[in-house]
């Protein structure tokens, strides 16, 4: 950043009547000049609205700027475009062009535009030539949101783009946030609450922030206060990177399966060889296809077949069976077709879904600690699935529901691995044994 700019940034503030507390000063002062993508990650109560608000005002008081304001709703959008409509539109109708709450649009007489979007309607996402995006409460958004729709609209003007965010596991975002310490486009920065001295002047030992420490659990702190990547709090399953990830390449020598979920638009692949090791079995999942997109049947089939891994057996969901679309074939009849036979547990115990998880999270982790389930690195889209498929909330006075979320996006991976132990380890056979061909 010029000193002329940093000059006019501050004057703007100081216009603004805003004195950014050190947290905040982090988004406004970029330490990278070649950085154009930033990525905020922030406890609650933070002041990210608020930082991301005046920092919009500041590009929309320079002539011929587009600028986006996108949250994961329309709700959410508003929050920043409330703001700055409070700065920059009250008592400034001279300045004003067009203004519309209804349409979250404002034009200044200068040229410049704001808009807020909605991440849950990308038909309103396409347009070019943006000079600033800030997204809210970036990890929400799905990260297909961003490669497809977003970041287009950043290429004309090299624009600069804000992911301002509470971390919700290890999911794209702290993708996003690893740029920001190796690429010179990106620069990343974390901070816990207590950064905003004005909400807790005794910072990490605010009365407040104590309070939360002694009524949560340390992963739900340590992710909405300490602004930390963890394990998602409400997590179905205790997978972690640092001890299930490795180097796990394919080995002609053992067994191989493919266990498949169908999915409606999103279809999930995973391909996993077994071994003893003491007589404990243990499992690699050595190749995935998750595909976060729609894709015919009779082409899955064909990405299924070009691996060449020599599967034993093929498993899957029993919804495959039921026919569907013109054709009248289910999908399992479909992949038959294509000389895949899928072989599906239909029993009652092997269809419920908080048995079948049950029945995982011991191959993960068991009682004592000890791991059976490893994932080759390649695997990424697994990954992020284990580790953002989690149970519904549970608000004060609700029974907990036994079944994780269906959220389809997440669920169709983890469908597909808890399809693979409950055929070839079925949940009521005590001794797991490896099935022939």
């Not at 950043?154 to 999911?171: C, M, V, Y």
């Not at 079995?281 to 976060?292: A, C, L, P, T």
């Not at 284990?386 to 979320?405: C, I, S, W």
Request: hydrophobic share 35%; with cysteine.
């Amino acid at each position: 950043m010029v000193d002329t700019q940093l000059e006019y940034k501050e004057k703007w503030f100081e216009y603004m009547e805003y004195k950014p507390h050190n947290g905040q000063k982090k988004l406004h002062y970029p330490t990278k000049d070649t950085a154009r993508f930033f990525v905020m990650v922030c406890g609650r109560r933070f002041g990210k609205t608020t930082a991301s608000a005046m920092e919009a005002t500041y590009y929309a008081s320079q002539p011929n700027k587009r600028i986006w304001l996108v949250g994961l709703s329309y709700d959410k959008a508003d929050l920043m475009f409330r703001e700055i409509w409070r700065l920059m539109v009250i008592g400034h109708s001279n300045d004003i062009i067009r203004a519309s709450e209804k349409d979250r649009f404002i034009k200044f007489k200068w040229g410049t535009t704001v808009e807020a979007k909605s991440a849950d309607n990308p038909d309103s996402l396409v347009g070019e030539g943006l000079d600033l995006l800030i997204v809210d409460e970036a990890a929400k958004v799905k990260r297909k949101i961003w490669d497809m729709y977003l970041s287009p609209t950043l290429s004309d003007r090299k624009g600069k783009a804000i992911f301002i965010t509470t971390p919700e596991g290890f999911n794209w975002i702290y993708d996003l946030y690893l740029l920001g310490k190796e690429d010179e486009l990106w620069e990343s920065h974390q901070a816990p609450s207590w950064d905003n001295h004005f909400a807790f002047p005794t910072g990490k030992s605010d009365q407040f922030i104590l309070e939360r420490k002694r009524n949560m659990s340390k992963e739900v702190f340590d992710q909405e206060y300490g602004a930390k990547f963890t394990s998602f709090a409400g997590r179905v399953y205790p997978f972690e990177r640092d001890l299930d990830v490795g180097e796990f390449p394919y080995n002609p020598n053992l067994p191989t399966y493919c266990s498949i979920d169908f999915g409606y638009r999103m279809p999930a692949v995973g391909w996993f060889q077994i071994y003893r090791v003491g007589g404990i079995w243990h499992i690699n999942m050595i190749d995935e296809i998750i595909h976060k997109t729609n894709i015919k049947t009779d082409e899955l089939a064909l990405k299924i077949k070009a691996k060449r891994y020599g599967v034993i057996k093929y498993y899957g969901d029993p919804a495959g069976m039921q026919a569907q679309g013109q054709s009248g074939m289910g999908d399992i009849e479909i992949f038959k077709k294509h000389g895949i036979v899928v072989n599906t547990k239909r029993d009652k115990t092997s269809r419920n879904i908080a048995s079948g998880v049950s029945h995982l999270r011991g191959f993960i982790e068991n009682a004592v600690g000890q791991r059976f389930f490893h994932v080759n690195k390649k695997c990424l889209g697994i990954m992020e699935d284990l580790e953002n498929y989690r149970y519904p909330e549970v608000k004060e006075g609700q029974d907990l529901k036994q079944e994780p979320l269906k959220d389809g996006y997440h669920d169709h991976g983890c469908d597909m691995i808890r399809y693979f132990f409950i055929n070839q380890f079925p949940i009521k056979q005590r001794e797991f044994k490896v099935r022939a061909r």
